[in-house]
């Protein structure tokens, strides 16, 4: 039997909750999370578990990372079946708060990351790392855990808030844990359940070129913008309807290669019916 989760839903009883686990000698992982969870959220909690933290999730749909157009009163919520599964996988405390709780008065604050916000994702999605890096910092300092728990599904999101906790002398370590996958490639994630069965198998296409890209540049020989530019159009001729990227950066900088030198990741951002797909893998 797994010990029962606590649910919380202020501040107060977060902090309550989270001292008790500390004044029994135990560290704390938090775990951010915007609900609906799957198997890589799951994977977060292990994770914690692994390093011999208490599991501290937290269920919040943020609505300042998401844009006018967006998702935000589409996203997915199943708040039961998220208990049920954080329960079950041996998270202790789960911090599902309001929005008047968040957000009690008018932010007059803002947390800002440059440089690793400049491309991929940030001119698609104006706001949204502003939106990430505030919220992920209030939660930090709410839970005020040792480590916080992020997937590297969400790649330039990771290198976000690694660069803010660096630059903010955070006292928090960050642990990037690594993308769980359906079976045929497809990268777990919530929005998954918006693709219709049709768009569901045109989507490991995605997780297939990206492989492709990955072989053809890893002697560093190709030029990365030619293969890049062919999967593109492997994509589009497979009946995605855009890539708004897909790239080699340099793993840490996140800046575009032509040539890959040193550790480097594809990364790709694309639009199949209304589901926003990213994705990205590792060149070895
Ligand atoms: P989300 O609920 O989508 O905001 O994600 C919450 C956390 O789970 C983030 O740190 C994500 O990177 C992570 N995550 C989402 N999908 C996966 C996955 N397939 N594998 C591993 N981690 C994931």
Redesign the pocket.
């Known amino acids: 039997m797994p010990e029962k989760l606590a649910i919380v839903r202020t501040v107060a009883e977060l902090r309550h909750a989270v001292a008790a686990h500390k004044a029994a000698g135990r560290t704390v992982g938090l775990?951010?999370?915007?609900?609906?969870?799957?198997?890589?959220?799951v994977?977060?909690v292990a994770g914690a578990l692994a390093r011999g933290d208490a599991p501290v999730a937290s269920i919040f749909v943020n609505p300042t990372q998401f844009g006018p157009n967006e998702d935000f009163a589409a996203y997915p919520r199943d708040e039961a079946g998220d208990f049920a599964k954080l329960e079950a996988a041996g998270c202790r405390i789960v911090f599902a708060p309001a929005k008047e709780e968040m957000y009690p008065a008018p932010m007059l604050t803002t947390v800002k990351v440059t440089g690793v916000t400049d491309g991929l994702c940030g001119p698609f999605r104006p706001g949204h790392f502003d939106g990430v890096a505030t919220v992920v910092t209030k939660l930090l300092m709410m839970a005020m855990p040792d480590r916080g728990?992020?997937?590297?599904?969400?790649f330039q999101?990771?290198q976000v808030i690694k660069a803010m906790v660096r630059d903010l002398a955070m006292p928090i370590e960050i642990v990037g844990?690594?993308?769980?996958?359906e079976p045929d490639g497809l990268?777990?994630?919530?929005r998954n359940r918006y693709l219709s069965p049709a768009e569901r198998t045109t989507a490991l296409q995605l997780h297939r070129q990206m492989t492709a890209v990955a072989a053809a540049v890893r002697d560093g020989k190709a030029s990365c913008t030619a293969v890049t530019t062919a999967a593109s159009q492997a994509l589009l001729a497979a009946g995605f309807d855009k890539v708004e990227y897909l790239t080699v950066v340099d793993a840490e900088s996140l800046q575009p290669l032509d040539k890959v030198a040193g550790p480097a990741r594809i990364i790709a951002a694309t639009r199949l019916g209304r589901t926003r797909l990213i994705d990205n893998i590792a060149v070895d």
């Open positions: 775990i951010p999370t915007m609900g609906a969870l799957h198997e890589g959220h994977s977060l728990y992020f997937g590297e599904k969400d999101q990771l844990m690594p993308t769980v996958r990268a777990m994630s919530s």
